[in-house]
């Protein structure tokens, strides 16, 4: 992710806009751990500890979040304020200073697999567009293919600026990640300095690389996306089983991304405190059962909440040619899952 943000402060200096650097992100919302992407993360427990060296940058009210909608509102009522939010804020910060946006296109970590209303990215692209912001869409759990279409951002027909996708390029094992760009994002900076002045000790590593190749090879051979948007319309019917237990409020998803909301009361949306750790309890008994979920809290207001993400893998039982391994489609040990706020 901050990759992207250099990218894109390289892009407004080569074409001559000096004064463009902020980057304006989301509560409720994560980027990363490393100190730049934990700035823009708004995740409330992963930034606590670090806060005093944490950079401040301008985040918006929340994302999308139309179970909780930070202005009151029910889905015929909304007129996209969420989405207006950003305007306000680069109207606030000075569009002459703001570089990009950013956004999960779903949330994970925070929220548990938050989709948003239909128009929201639209409406996003919009303002991006008429204050000359560049758009940055974290895809680093919903790229390649997870929720049913290559990159999220595609179910709304939404060209962004930059894709950032990782975790799925390696199928989830290997460590590799892209940061996709346009032609134009791509000509002002060879047209201007003449190369992106960022880079690693295994940036471009080929064995990453030759391992991302096979990924998505892998991914088109067996049409791995269709099948995402197949189960995972399948995943999300099912799911909503759930609701027959009291302690579930919201159930949601976008192909194989989905979450399940706890609360204590669904009349109410009221929340368990943080110290009964609800999303830990759910995901050990979860796994003592055979099924992986990641537990997490703090999407209601940064403390409070609690949800599961459940992604199970896109290939089928009989593609993946380990499945006679025992012990990675069934897990035989109990592990503590720690709480995520
Ligand atoms: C949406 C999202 N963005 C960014 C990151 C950070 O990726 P990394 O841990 O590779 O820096 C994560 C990691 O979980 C993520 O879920």
Known sequence: METAVKLARQYQVDRGKHMKFKVISRWTSYHGNTLGALALSGH????????????HTPHIVLPAYCYRCPFG???????????????????????????AFMAEPVVGATAGALVPKNGYFQRIREIC??????????EVMTGIGRTGRNFAIEHWGVAPDMIVGAKGLGAGYYPIFAVITTEDVHEAIKNGNGNFVHGHTYSQ???????????LDYIDRHDLVA???????????????????SMVGDVR?????????FVR??????TFGPALKVNALVGNLAFDKGLIVYPGGGGADGVNGDHILIAPPSSSRQDRSMSWWPSLTRPSRRRNVPLHA
Request: aromatic share 8%; net charge positive; with cysteine.
């Open 265 to 270: 009361r669904r009349e109410t949306r009221e």
């Open 129 to 138: 567009n008429r204050y000359d912001v560049l758009l940055i869409v974290d």
């Open 253 to 261: 998803g976008l192909g194989l991304f989905a979450g399940v909301e």
């Open 205 to 215: 590593n080929p064995l990453a690389c030759a391992t991302g190749i096979a990924v």
């Open 73 to 99: 509102l029910k889905p015929e009522s909304c007129q996209l304020e969420c989405a207006d939010d950003l305007e306000k804020t680069i109207l606030y910060e000075g569009p002459d200073s703001v570089s």
């Open 227 to 245: 099948r995402s948007a197949k189960m995972g319309s399948y995943l999300l019917e099912k799911l909503k089983i759930l609701y027959r237990h």
């Open 44 to 55: 409330t427990g992963r930034r606590r500890y670090y806060q005093p060296l944490i950079q």
